[in-house]
């Protein structure tokens, strides 16, 4: 029990530094997110669309699935609520809602859910309808909030300046957007969001000195390179069959959308390498200004080796997570694992192995980069 | 087109990091296998969370002390990355089930692909969010992990001084360096698989208030914000659990073979005695 005893009271110590040193700060902030999340909690007035309050659901079995075998139930719902805005705010509103046992394309609701719903007046006066959606900014408030708060209260000045790069990089995404729907080439405004994106993010991540200068360098020439090696793979097979890419009804010019797709989504990974990379190498040449670029290399080698093989999983893990639901249902389905990753799966794929080439790309070209416009520079310490 | 690019990034593996990139392509093809049985699994009508937490372990335990060996380092990154998973957990299931993010949304619902498929699977869809939403954190929080635990390593083995407040003070002040980037690395892949998303949103005029509450976006703004939830959590915990680990090694003796700190420390003793 000894060392338990001993591990509490440092954790215990901890907190009370902590809390005794940034209390004011931590509580005007969380004061702050909470009153934020409590507006989200009650901004009924901000919809046109009805909102109901569920109070009660019946649940009745209508049908059970016979071709399969695999069980599925169906159910119908009765649910009686409590409108929460517009014209009949505060009466009872009587929905009608379907579901299956899976939830796989429609949705089981409960009591204390509060869901968007069509509501009309029959000629008994009575408000019936049917539920269209659910309320979900609410979660989304509280997880954004999370997610500040523990950024301000652990990591500080840093967590502040990521929350502005993110908020800059999604604000010019959305204008980006934009601009899309008016017509202008998607893959043109992707290569100037990659260049808003490195130059924002990199500024909050390193500040102005050449450590940032060299990271952004190594990115955008390391994304070219990536780039054009994908081409070149491109033009010498057969290319890409854009059918299983998601999100596609109704849009033109896939292979364009596709590329500025991994445009965007190995700029992350690129950056990470680049700055780290970069960084290390600073260090080094701030503490012996001396050093060889031999012995530089080396260094950037064994920093190279050290990172490369989490980044890779983090891309693996952070793609392949997406195409869980698809993946089960056609497995369900009576597709074979192997055809689903060999032909209907690729563009988690392609995602996934572009992104590990950038990062690999990225170690050598930013060692390279890193020692061109350290070593010439030296005498100005940033 | 696939296997010429998986050729390029083996052949690159190599060249950039020899016997390392060897070990990592090992680990990379041992991962996939894991994510393939537990999803294999999932089909069979096994619990989904319960699947998913057990390949968790298995891919942390397989990375951490495979790629790095077993030694103080490893230890409190899988302790923490343990605890930050079970946490996480905690939040996920709450939100998972409360805003029904689970299943194919109503996007999707509008492609040609789904109206192919019997949608009679009897599998819980909460459950499947819950596992996305834990498998897609697990490669982040391992390398926010790693890099504070052997950062702080560092810092004790060239100043044996330092107490464990100190310690724990330096985790975090290189935790805040890597994390930043860490979060880009997420939160772009995020984008750039859901531009076509956002940009069919916009096609179908969705506002912002609509977009919020549409399922289509909240799936993919849970799988990245809890991602990035669980690097900042992970932070703390491993700077504490390294420090406690380093400061107290001679209590963990028996989980740590590779400790290079030990032999070390059992050195020191055999010098006294000879003396």
Redesign the interface.
Known sequence: MEPMKRAANIIFSILLKLEKRNLILNLLVLAVLVSGVTIVFNNYHWYDKTIVNIEKAENTLTDRSKASGKGEKYFSQAITGTIMNGDYQGEKAYLSNRFSSSNLLDDQYNPGDEVFAKINANENGRLEGYVTGLKRDKYTAILASLLIWLLIVLIRKKGLFFIISLVINIASLGYALHLNHNGLNILTLSNCLVLIFTFISLLFICGINRKAMAATLSTLITLVFTMVLFQITLANTDGIDYTYMEYIAGQNNLSQLFLSQILIGSLGAIMDVAVTEASALNELILKNPEISAKELIQSGREVGYDIMGTMINIMLFAYLCGAFPLIILKLKNNIGLNTIILSQLPMELYRFLIGSIGILLAIPITVFISILTMKKGKGSAC | ??K???L??VI??YA??RE??I??FV??CF??AA??AS??M??WGWDPVAVTIMSCFVICYV?LFY?NGKNSKTFSSFFSVAAVLLILFA?SCF?GY???????N?????????TR??????????K??V???L??????A??AS??VA?AVYEVYKNNRNLS??EL?QSG?SI??????????????????????????L??YQYSV?DM????AF?Q????V?????GC??V??LTA?SIA?VIK?LS?FERFLPDEELLLELDEQIEKEENK
Do not use: W
């Not at chain 2, 498929?117 to 909460?126: C, E, H, K, L, T």
């Open positions: 087109m696939l010429l690019l998986v390029i990034l690159l593996l950039i990091g390392r990139g070990v990592t680990s990379l991962n996939i994510l393939s999803i294999i999932m089909s990375t790629q939040i939100i409360r805003s029904h993010s689970g299943g194919i109503e996007i999707m619902q509008l492609e040609d692909e789904i498929y019997a949608p009679d699977i009897n599998i819980d869809m909460s499947i969010a596992s996305m939403i498998t897609g954190l697990i490669g982040a391992m390398d790693i890099a052997s464990i407040m724990y975090i935790g805040g360096d890597i994390l930043g980037t860490t979060m880009n690395t997420l939160y772009f892949a995020c984008l750039g698989e859901s531009l076509s998303l956002f940009i069919l916009k096609n208030l919020i509450n549409s399922k909240f993919e703004f849970t799988d914000t809890i991602s990035c939830i900042i959590l932070i703390p504490i406690y107290n209590q």
